[in-house]
T-cell receptor
């Protein structure tokens, strides 16, 4: 089954404790992206990647890092989480140039206390 | 820069009534337009999309949307709402595949019995 898988689905952590949210897709998609969803603000793009070893900032990249060492994986790293990063996070992937339908993961609800 | 506005944060309709959710976008060229639905605790599901051609597009679950270039709008409609349609709806615009999507703030739909 074609899917985008995020882990964990729920996470509560403390300020300053580094964490990683994983994202994996099994569709051989070139493009992957991370969004955060906050009430009234919709989804805002954090980082995106157009291919292996190619990443770029989205609209709200501060406080986040990403890496794309393999095509299927695109982890989101919070080196020193803060309470304002409490949010619902979505990973998405796209097949590549000319394809514009994004596939989304189920989301990761992160709470930073 | 592209942007999307969903003027209605909350909408309540009675079951069986018609529905229209508004979406206005700002983009310099012909956009790719999408409507996504998010049920409580779920990820995003694509309802429909517009690339080009016929400005009235049909989607899943009985939804349709009409692209009006002169009004920069892409409103979502359904002739008869079901209780299971209660969810949050997001309009999104995309420039091209690699640049991913810009989302509106979302409209939360509640359905009265």
């Amino acid at each position: 089954e074609a899917q985008v898988t995020q882990n964990p689905r729920y996470l509560i952590t403390v300020t300053g404790k580094k964490l990683t949210v994983t994202c994996s897709q099994n569709m051989n998609h070139e493009y992957m992206s991370w969004y955060r969803q906050d009430p009234g603000l919709g989804l805002r793009q954090i980082y995106y990647s157009m291919n292996v070893e190619v990443t770029d900032k989205g609209d709200v990249p501060e406080g986040y890092k990403v890496s794309r060492k393999e095509k299927r994986n695109f982890p989101l790293i919070l080196e020193s989480p803060s309470p304002n990063q409490t949010s619902l996070y979505f990973c998405a992937s796209l097949p590549g140039t000319g394809a514009i339908e994004a596939f989304f993961g189920q989301g990761t609800r992160l709470t930073v206390v | 820069a592209q942007s999307v506005t969903q003027p209605d944060i909350h909408i309540t309709v009675s079951e069986g009534a018609s529905l229209e959710l508004r979406c206005n976008y700002s983009y310099g060229a012909t956009p790719y337009l999408f409507w996504y639905v998010q049920s409580p605790g779920q990820g995003l599901q694509l309802l429909l999309k517009y690339f080009s051609g016929d400005t009235l597009v049909q989607g899943i679950k009985g939804f349709e949307a009409e692209f009006k270039r002169s009004q920069s709008s892409f409103n979502l409609r359904k002739p008869s709402v079901h209780w299971s349609d209660a969810a949050e709806y997001f309009c999104a615009v995309g420039a091209w595949a690699g640049n991913m999507l810009t989302f509106g703030g979302g409209t939360r739909l509640m359905v009265k019995p």
